[in-house]
């Protein structure tokens, strides 16, 4: 494996670790640079959801890792933290399982039905099985694995 790959895979794995023992799950991390600027950014989540002060927290939780987070970007850097959002990203099984019920857009890797592309709602999820309801009322499965991306629609008002 690539060296800067398997440091890179530490570091993730390293701030999931001290994310998770303060009661959060990590959801993403992301090294980039844009626009010139470097940019580490970590998407948490928890159970009851994610306010600012959540977020506060996390961010001072991880200025203080900044001897393992230094060497990707060679001096100063900015740091994101924020929630996964109304319209949050579905990623593993679990999220379908937690969000069974909610509406959400699905994209497949391959055609189902000559179509890739569904919107409607998580009915339930056996094993590996997504059991899904569309728009127009058509029943689909489909097995995990076969998801290319998938997130929730927001149906509330702001």
């Given at each position: 494996?690539?060296?800067?790959?398997?440091?890179?895979?530490?570091?993730?794995?390293?701030?999931?670790?001290?994310?998770?023992?303060?009661?959060?799950?990590?959801?993403?991390?992301?090294?980039?640079?844009?626009?010139g600027?470097?940019?580490?950014?970590?998407?948490?989540?928890?159970?009851?959801?994610?306010g600012?002060?959540?977020c506060?927290?996390?961010?001072?939780?991880?200025?203080?890792?900044?001897?393992?987070?230094?060497?990707?970007?060679?001096?100063?850097?900015?740091?994101?933290?924020?929630?996964?959002?109304?319209?949050?990203?579905?990623?593993?099984i679990?999220?379908?399982?937690?969000?069974?019920?909610?509406?959400?857009?699905?994209?497949?890797?391959?055609?189902?039905?000559?179509?890739?592309?569904?919107?409607?709602?998580?009915h339930?999820?056996?094993?590996?099985?997504?059991?899904?309801?569309?728009?127009?009322g058509?029943?689909?499965?489909?097995?995990?694995?076969?998801?290319?991306?998938a997130?929730?629609?927001?149906?509330?008002?702001?």
């Open positions: 494996m690539d060296p800067r790959r398997e440091r890179r895979l530490k570091l993730v794995k390293a701030l999931e670790d001290e994310i998770g023992k303060a009661g959060y799950d990590c959801l993403e991390v992301e090294l980039t640079h844009e626009e600027r470097p940019i580490l950014r970590v998407v948490i989540d928890s159970l009851g959801g994610i600012v002060e959540d506060e927290k996390v961010s001072r939780l991880l200025g203080g890792m900044q001897e393992e987070i230094d060497p990707f970007f060679r001096g100063r850097h900015f740091l994101e933290v924020s929630s996964p959002g109304l319209e949050r990203p579905l990623r593993k679990e999220d379908f399982r937690r969000f069974k019920g909610s509406k959400a857009r699905i994209q497949l890797k391959e055609s189902l039905n000559s179509q890739r592309n569904f919107k409607g709602r998580i339930s999820v056996e094993s590996e099985t997504i059991l899904f309801t569309t728009d127009d058509v029943e689909i499965s489909f097995p995990f694995e076969s998801v290319r991306k997130n929730l629609v927001y149906e509330g008002e702001i």
